[in-house]
């Protein structure tokens, strides 16, 4: 299971920290991602981070603004979001994450239910 929480209503330029619970997985051999879906718009990729927390990769928009992090212990990722846009208002969902790109890991359907993030502009 993967259980998403931290998100809100904030107005721009504000900060949010998210946290997605794993559950039932071999957590710590797994490369962890964040994902997002606006109204309308497709589910897109935020970011990953690999097993041991070394790599890290986001997608350009949020680049400089979002950080991505792992608590093995926890079982938990997180992620930090800085200087939020109005565009960034969307739900955010955590997942496994491939290893080689920004792309959801190949077969994985099983989505938590997400976390809404509502910027004000």
């Known amino acids: 299971q993967l259980q998403a929480s931290g998100g809100g209503l904030v107005q721009a330029g504000g900060s949010l920290r998210l946290s997605c619970a794993v559950s039932?997985?071999?957590?710590?051999?797994?490369?962890m991602g964040w994902f997002r879906q606006a109204p309308g718009k497709e589910r897109e990729f935020v970011a990953a981070?690999?097993?041991?927390?070394?790599?890290?990769q986001y997608a350009d928009s949020v680049k400089g603004r979002f950080t991505i992090s792992r608590n093995s212990a926890k079982n938990t990722v997180y992620l930090q979001m800085n200087s939020l846009k109005y565009e960034d208002t969307a739900v955010y969902y955590c997942?496994?994450?491939?290893?080689?790109?920004?792309?959801?890991?190949?077969?994985?359907?099983?989505w938590g239910q997400g976390t809404q993030v509502t910027v004000s502009r």
């Open positions: 997942a496994p994450a491939s290893d080689y790109g920004p792309y959801l890991y190949p077969g994985f359907d099983s």
């Open positions: 039932g997985r071999t957590f710590s051999s797994q490369t």
């Open positions: 981070i690999s097993t041991r927390g070394g790599i890290t």
